[in-house]
């Protein structure tokens, strides 16, 4: 299932919405917006939902962090 989700980075306001596949690890998702310059996250390890306030390691797919569509994921 595709899923809207925005990225937070801890250094600006600037939220980066896009949509992503519910099956995809959050980390591969991360180096794309890196490698294309939109996000500095090489060395993220741990997103953290602004809905649950709870944090997920990159490793896990969305459906395995229980990220749902409108989520907003902060950067550690």
């Known amino acids: ?11 600006d306001e600037k939220n980066t919405t896009i949509m ?3 099956r995809q690890k959050i980390s591969e998702t991360l180096n ?5 310059g939109i996000l500095e996250a090489k060395d993220c390890r741990i997103v953290r939902s602004a809905r ?4 997920i390691r ?3 797919s969305y459906a395995e962090g ?7 994921l902060a950067l550690d």
Do not use: C, Q
């Open 1 to 11: 299932m595709m899923l809207t989700i925005s990225f937070k980075h801890p250094s």
């Open 20 to 22: 992503v596949d519910d």
């Open 32 to 36: 794309v917006l890196t490698e294309a």
């Open 52 to 55: 649950t306030k709870e944090r």
């Open 58 to 60: 990159v490793e896990k």
């Open 66 to 72: 229980h990220v749902y569509n409108g989520d907003i």
